[in-house]
């Protein structure tokens, strides 16, 4: 039996319209690996803020080692040896390493002595950093070396990781994995958030599983099937239904040997791009985070303009055209920063409604805008997205991560689009909303749209695609049949495998 570390009583906690938390009890002991699962908007962002002090709950209570715990603010959870590394990172691109962890430590020593032990440490737990690289250098998987060596030199107990491989290829997951192992062979806890269930099943050895603010179940994750664990979360799963083969129609978007300079000073340049997307077709495009998928999602939707003749809609001409005209004509997408990108934190759902629609929903007319016909288009996408508000006046940033994604996603989804691009559109969703995205996508594509998904999902990819090409470096691949396709072969292909038949012989 593992002794206790940190035992939770009856914690809640409430919002105006939202019980986020319901009466939530359960322990996690020394060393463990513990799960916490949940459908968006299932209580866990909640919960884990209140474990670590950036949320006082509303009634409950925590112990810690024994002792009563109630943390007021993050570095006292940091304190008492609760660190957490986010989703979203928090770090400086014009800053080194070691200046990055300075800033997340309450008294850092030296900068000389810091980097010193960063080496140390980062090479104990096999995450090689090298302390002076600034960190807009830095690819994805190294950027979240950075989030995990800085909780790790603060020696914690319980360590909170959220979503700790949505940006990470295979081999960094792996990786990562035997970094957590390690950690939990010397005793310290991972409370783990995931909504990837088999690398819930492969790490766990107990999850907590949450809906609707309340705690549904406790068990051991190897125990169960995926889709066992998916079902507690969200109740029963729908079947896909089998895809028809279908034939594709004209092409509809075209670039040809496209070069492009990023607007970012830290991005990845475009080199040489060349693909042909057809109408009824999905083009999966995959590729490691900051190989320049936010580059050609902003050259594709207009954000960055490009030479004219090299990018044509419908046989038109289009690179000098902004995200407005293209819409005009057809073409919609939906960026990965969901918050501050895809939509205005501090404008309400029905506003954000407006800024993408207005032009294909006629939401205005004669220069005023039409908020009741404004709102219902907001509703609609609510409803048919199962998007957890208590309406669409709420503000943007209210709403909790996956289901700020339904939101987006489905606003462009619910525009009926010619041509949708789309950059991670699953990202941070349970197994039924990623369901529910996936199926959208491809009823839009069986109307005959384009349809370009960017994903870092290879599962995602494999699942949704017709064709298939990989992004490295700022140069794409050649596009070719996903059918057939293995994930050794993805994987070299990402890795910036040019020549599919070398590929090919390399993942036999």
Same mark, same amino acid.
């Given at each position: 039996?593992?002794?206790?570390?940190?035992?939770?009583?009856?914690?809640?906690?409430?919002?105006?319209?939202?019980?986020?938390?319901?009466?939530?009890?359960?322990?996690?002991?020394?060393?463990?690996?513990?799960?916490?699962?949940?459908?968006?908007?299932?209580?866990?962002?909640?919960?884990?803020?209140?474990?670590?002090?950036?949320?006082?709950?509303?009634?409950?209570?925590?112990?810690?080692?024994?002792?009563?715990?109630?943390?007021?603010?993050?570095?006292?959870?940091?304190?008492?040896?609760?660190?957490?590394?986010?989703?979203?990172?928090?770090?400086?691109?014009?800053?080194?390493?070691?200046?990055?962890?300075?800033?997340?430590?309450?008294?850092?020593?030296?900068?000389?002595?810091?980097?010193?032990?960063?080496?140390?440490?980062?090479?104990?737990?096999?995450?090689?950093?090298?302390?002076?690289?600034?960190?807009?250098?830095?690819?994805?998987?190294?950027?979240?070396?950075?989030?995990?060596?800085?909780?790790?030199?603060?020696?914690?107990?319980?360590?909170?990781?959220?979503?700790?491989?949505?940006?990470?290829?295979?081999?960094?997951?792996?990786?990562?994995?035997?970094?957590?192992?390690?950690?939990?062979?010397?005793?310290?806890?991972?409370?783990?958030?995931?909504?990837?269930?088999?690398?819930?099943?492969?790490?766990?050895?107990?999850?907590?599983?949450?809906?609707?603010?309340?705690?549904?179940?406790?068990?051991?994750?190897?125990?169960?099937?995926?889709?066992?664990?998916?079902?507690?979360?969200?109740?029963?799963?729908?079947?896909?239904?089998?895809?028809?083969?279908?034939?594709?129609?004209?092409?509809?978007?075209?670039?040809?040997?496209?070069?492009?300079?990023?607007?970012?000073?830290?991005?990845?340049?475009?080199?040489?791009?060349?693909?042909?997307?057809? /109408?009824? =077709? #999905?083009?999966?495009?995959?590729? +490691?985070?900051?190989? !320049?998928?936010?580059? %050609?999602?902003?050259? *594709? $939707? @207009?954000?960055?303009?490009?030479?004219?003749?090299?990018?044509?809609?419908?046989?038109?001409?289009?690179?000098?055209?902004?995200?407005?005209?293209?819409?005009?004509?057809?073409?919609?997408?939906?960026?990965?920063?969901?918050?501050?990108?895809?939509?205005?934190?501090?404008?309400?759902?029905?506003?954000?409604?407006?800024?993408?629609?207005?032009?294909?929903?006629?939401?205005?007319?004669?220069?005023?805008?039409?908020?009741?016909?404004?709102?219902?288009? /907001?509703? =609609? #996408?609510?409803?048919?997205?199962? +998007?957890?508000?208590? !309406?669409?006046?709420? %503000?943007?940033?209210? *709403? $909790? @991560?996956?289901?700020?994604?339904?939101?987006?996603?489905?606003?462009?989804?619910?525009?009926?689009?010619?041509?949708?691009?789309?950059?991670?559109?699953?990202?941070?969703?349970?197994?039924?909303?990623?369901?529910?995205?996936?199926?959208?996508?491809?009823?839009?594509?069986?109307?005959?749209?384009?349809?370009?998904?960017?994903?870092?999902?290879?599962?995602?990819?494999?699942?949704?695609?017709?064709?298939?090409?990989?992004?490295?470096?700022?140069?794409?691949?050649?596009?070719?049949?996903?059918?057939?396709?293995?994930?050794?072969?993805?994987?070299?292909?990402?890795?910036?495998?040019?020549?599919?038949?070398?590929?090919?012989?390399?993942?036999?």
């Amino acid at each position: 039996m593992r002794k206790t570390l940190l035992r939770l009583e009856g914690l809640s906690k409430s919002y105006p319209g939202v019980r986020a938390n319901d009466d939530i009890s359960f322990e996690i002991g020394e060393g463990q690996m513990h799960a916490l699962l949940g459908e968006n908007g299932a209580g866990k962002s909640t919960l884990v803020k209140m474990i670590y002090g950036l949320v006082r709950p509303d009634a409950g209570a925590m112990t810690l080692r024994g002792a009563a715990y109630a943390p007021s603010q993050p570095s006292e959870a940091r304190r008492n040896g609760v660190a957490m590394v986010f989703q979203h990172f928090s770090l400086f691109d014009a800053l080194d390493v070691a200046e990055n962890v300075a800033l997340g430590m309450e008294n850092p020593p030296p900068l000389r002595d810091l980097a010193a032990r960063i080496r140390t440490v980062s090479e104990e737990y096999g995450l090689p950093l090298d302390p002076s690289r600034l960190v807009g250098e830095l690819s994805a998987g190294e950027r979240q070396r950075v989030e995990i060596v800085r909780c790790l030199l603060q020696d914690p107990k319980l360590l909170i990781m959220d979503e700790p491989t949505s940006v990470l290829t295979p081999q960094e997951v792996e990786i990562l994995f035997r970094t957590l192992r390690q950690l939990s062979g010397e005793g310290t806890a991972i409370l783990y958030i995931s909504h990837k269930l088999e690398e819930i099943r492969a790490l766990c050895d107990e999850a907590t599983i949450l809906r609707g603010g309340r705690k549904v179940a406790t068990c051991d994750p190897r125990e169960k099937s995926a889709r066992e664990l998916a079902e507690l979360m969200v109740g029963q799963l729908l079947t896909p239904p089998e895809r028809p083969e279908r034939p594709f129609g004209e092409v509809v978007l075209e670039v040809e040997k496209l070069s492009l300079k990023s607007n970012n000073p830290f991005g990845t340049s475009l080199k040489d791009i060349s693909f042909q997307l057809r /109408a009824g =077709e #999905v083009l999966g495009i995959a590729g +490691v985070a900051g190989n !320049g998928q936010d580059e %050609l999602l902003l050259m *594709l $939707s @207009g954000e960055l303009r490009a030479p004219s003749p090299q990018v044509r809609l419908k046989g038109d001409p289009v690179g000098h055209l902004g995200p407005n005209g293209r819409r005009a004509m057809g073409l919609v997408a939906a960026p990965e920063e969901r918050l501050g990108h895809a939509a205005a934190p501090d404008m309400s759902l029905t506003e954000n409604a407006l800024l993408s629609a207005s032009r294909r929903k006629r939401l205005e007319r004669g220069g005023f805008i039409d908020w009741g016909k404004t709102e219902a288009f /907001a509703r =609609e #996408v609510i409803t048919r997205f199962d +998007v957890r508000t208590p !309406g669409p006046h709420v %503000l943007a940033r209210a *709403l $909790s @991560g996956g289901n700020l994604q339904k939101f987006v996603i489905g606003r462009e989804i619910e525009l009926d689009p010619d041509v949708i691009i789309v950059n991670q559109p699953t990202w941070g969703v349970d197994a039924a909303a990623a369901a529910t995205i996936r199926q959208a996508l491809l009823d839009l594509a069986g109307k005959g749209a384009a349809v370009l998904v960017i994903s870092q999902d290879l599962d995602e990819l494999l699942e949704v695609a017709d064709s298939f090409a990989a992004l490295n470096e700022g140069r794409l691949t050649p596009v070719r049949p996903a059918k057939g396709l293995n994930v050794e072969e993805i994987g070299l292909m990402m890795g910036g495998a040019h020549d599919m038949h070398v590929a090919h012989e390399a993942a036999q």
